[in-house]
């Protein structure tokens, strides 16, 4: 297997879905925000993941999310299809939809609501593995699905299934990353799914961050990132530190990503603050925190 570093990169943006003042898919706003990832520093694109509200897209309209994306970006950057579901069946039909117009990965979730015990969670990713012949990245994130893959299922998953070659964790749990990255075969790699914990993650061994606000903050993100390999822990450091209000302001506590990020792009002239209920757009007070951190950053005047 080839070195994932290489060929997904470090920095993987997970984009949001742009929507029309008609909740509508603005294909517009989608080039504009790739443009945009492209030229500060995003290596691959997650497309119709959690920052993209996959739960409210068709599939049609993922389909062609997946196509655009691709379309867009060209060989300029990497397309990883979030293709994950709660129903094994529905989740192969999807990534064979992705593979064949062209994407070069699967991001794939762990099943949520239904909440699978662990030999469920093996098996519907062994399952989708043998059907797919693309890399696929395993997605962790308990707090919002209500299940945690233990670290050694992945090992587990990683020993077993040649093209399951990466993890996003974000269990918020640093000792577990830890043991994902100690058992963890060549070639096989942990990327942060917390943007406030990429410095803590690499320090312990993870390759890179899919993130939401490189959408925001990619150049800096991508020059922490460069200053850690290269030895510089305390310019590493001091740019987290920068970084960490703008992370504040997008994952706010009343009110879930990607509405504080979205008000973001929307005072940046990307799209539109729209989402798609059950989302509901920021209100004042949490655009306005939004604004400040953008304003100090030195993002809007």
Same mark, same amino acid.
């Given at each position: ?88 069946? =529905? ?32 098996? =519907? ?89 490189? =959408? ?11 200053? =850690? ?73």
């Amino acid at each position: 297997m080839t070195d994932i570093s290489s060929t997904w990169g470090r920095l993987i943006t997970a984009m949001v879905t742009p929507f029309n003042e008609h909740g509508n898919i603005d294909e517009g706003a989608v080039r504009s925000v790739i443009e945009h990832l492209l030229e500060t520093g995003t290596d691959s694109l997650v497309v119709c993941g959690t920052t993209g509200e996959a739960p409210t897209l068709s599939d049609a309209e993922k389909r062609r999310m997946f196509e655009l994306a691709k379309s867009v970006a060209g060989s300029r950057a990497r397309i990883i299809a979030s293709t994950g579901t709660y129903d094994t069946a =529905h989740t192969i039909e999807l990534s064979r939809d992705a593979a064949s117009l062209g994407a070069d990965g699967l991001l794939l979730i762990t099943p949520y609501y239904n909440r699978p015990s662990q030999d469920g969670l093996y098996r =519907h990713f062994r399952t989708v593995a043998d059907a797919v012949d693309l890399p696929i990245m395993l997605y962790n994130v308990p707090a919002r699905t209500g299940v945690n893959i233990e670290a050694w299922n992945v090992a587990r998953l990683f020993r077993d299934a040649a093209n399951i070659v990466a993890v996003k964790e974000a269990s918020g749990n640093l000792m577990q990353v830890s043991d994902i990255v100690a058992s963890a075969p060549k070639g096989q790699h942990v990327y942060s799914g917390d943007d406030g914990l990429l410095l803590p993650i690499m320090a312990v061994g993870g390759t890179g961050i899919v993130s939401v606000t490189s =959408h925001l903050v990619g150049a800096d993100m991508k020059a922490m990132i460069a200053a =850690h390999i290269e030895g510089n822990p305390s310019k590493a450091a001091q740019i987290h530190a920068r970084m960490l209000p703008i992370v504040r302001a997008c994952f706010q506590p009343t009110t879930p990503s990607p509405a504080p990020l979205k008000a973001a792009l929307a005072l940046l002239g990307f799209c539109t603050p729209k989402l798609r209920l059950p989302l509901v757009e920021a209100n004042q007070r949490e655009t306005d925190i939004v604004r400040t951190a953008l304003r100090d950053y030195g993002l809007i005047a």
